[in-house]
């Protein structure tokens, strides 16, 4: 049986700035600009979540897309929509939350959730704008 991949994408609006604790102010401004306002700026994000794998003969899915977006509701979007992520997430504390760094921690969320005989997680993409994302497919 083929592998296909599979895509469920969900959003969520949150605040964030882009910051490194180790530098200067004025090297923070030089490396990030305009998102390193003090209190923040925000974002309507986008995350696409791709499994990889072989249809199930009894239902012609690689996985039921809802299970995929409920786990996305309960392991990510509960916890990051409407919040300031530098302080209010503790599972991205101590991380600079640049689109990369979303991506690779959403990954490692998702990833258990998602091992399966016939599947696995492919990649998460993490749209900042219409035009600047972030992908990670795991340390493949």
Not at 45 to 54: D, L
Not at 107 to 134: C, G, S
Request: with cysteine; proline share 6%; hydrophobic share 35%.
């Amino acid at each position: 049986m083929p592998d296909v991949f599979v895509t469920r994408q969900v959003h969520f609006s949150a605040a964030h700035r882009l910051y490194n604790p180790t530098l200067s102010d004025e090297e923070n401004d030089r490396l990030f600009g305009l998102c390193n306002n003090p209190n923040g700026h925000g974002h309507n994000y986008v995350i696409e979540v791709t499994v990889v794998g072989s249809l199930d003969p009894l239902t012609g899915y690689v996985i039921d897309l809802k299970e995929l977006k409920d786990l996305c509701e309960v392991e990510i979007l509960s916890k990051v929509d409407h919040k300031h992520l530098n302080l209010d997430v503790p599972f991205l504390r101590d991380i600079n939350p640049t689109a990369e760094n979303l991506a690779v921690r959403f990954f490692e969320i998702l990833e258990p959730h998602l091992q399966r005989p016939n599947a696995r997680l492919h990649a998460v993409k993490v749209w900042e704008t219409d035009r600047n994302h972030a992908e990670y497919r795991g340390d493949r």
